[in-house]
T-cell receptor, first 114, second 118 residues
Framework: AQSVTQLDSHVSVSEGTPVLLRCNYSSSYSPSLFWYVQHPNKGLQLLLKYTSAATLVKGINGFEAEFKKSETSFHLTKPSAHMSDAAEYFCVVSGSTGGFKTIFGAGTRLFVKA | NAGVMQNPRHLVRRRGQEARLRCSPMKGHSHVYWYRQLPEEGLKFMVYLQKENIIDESGMPKERFSAEFPKEGPSILRIQQVVRGDSAAYFC????????????????FGNGTRLTVT
């Protein structure tokens, strides 16, 4: 069975400061992991994905995430927040021996203060 | 290259009416997924379809909900006799790959249909 937990429902940072959005997953095999961003009234856009290659994954808009198997984590980071980063972020785990379901975390809403 | 197109963007139905949500996948994509998003919650998987086949509908309520992806035309998510609890955003996603490749392929999402049941 798979699951994904986003540890913070809301994160607030000031513009120009680092962003850390935390995600832990549970999987009995090597998963594929993704981060998506959702701006208000929009669909989800892929930020980055991990598929058992390099453990540090770089995505769009300056975001990156590090896969840590020992900690079962896939935290999303960005060195310097921009106002346009304010959105909802979803950590996603995929991959199953018996199906095609993609499991979404509950989401973390990022607020960026000027 | 158009992305995933969903219509309508907003749909208002009275209790007991039917709601039909449409999704046209990206060009070249033959795999369609439907998700439901309730306020302050993540996306919940409903159904995965390929052309003319339902592959996995384990996330879809057994009653009142149905989905299809015909050989020609968009995928349709149909909700009969809607109730207030059906109010949510419904997202469609598509991917080009099949089988185990699907696990590694990111999904391409539409902008959703926001259903309001009054």
């Amino acid at each position: 069975a798979q699951s994904v937990t986003q540890l913070d429902s809301h994160v607030s940072v000031s513009e120009g400061t680092p962003v850390l959005l935390r995600c832990n997953y549970s999987s009995s095999y090597s998963p594929s992991l993704f981060w998506y961003v959702q701006h208000p009234n929009k669909g989800l856009q892929l930020l980055l994905k991990y598929t058992s290659a390099a453990t540090l994954v770089k995505g769009i808009n300056g975001f990156e995430a590090e896969f840590k198997k020992s900690e079962t984590s896939f935290h999303l980071t960005k060195p310097s927040a921009h106002m346009s980063d304010a959105a909802e972020y979803f950590c996603v785990v995929s991959g199953s021996t018996g199906g095609f379901k993609t499991i979404f975390g509950a989401g973390t809403r990022l607020f960026v203060k000027a | 290259n158009a992305g995933v197109m969903q219509n309508p963007r907003h749909l208002v139905r009275r209790r007991g009416q039917e709601a039909r949500l449409r999704c046209s996948p990206m060009k070249g994509h033959s795999h369609v997924y439907w998700y439901r998003q309730l306020p302050e919650e993540g996306l919940k998987f409903m159904v995965y379809l390929q052309k003319e086949n339902i592959i996995d509908e384990s996330g879809m309520p057994k009653e009142r909900f149905s989905a299809e992806f015909p050989k020609e035309g968009p995928s349709i998510l149909r909700i009969q006799q809607v109730v207030r609890g059906d109010s949510a955003a419904y997202f469609c996603a598509s991917s080009p790959l099949s089988g185990t490749d699907t696990f590694n392929s990111p999904l391409h999402f539409g902008n959703g249909t926001r259903l309001t049941v009054t």
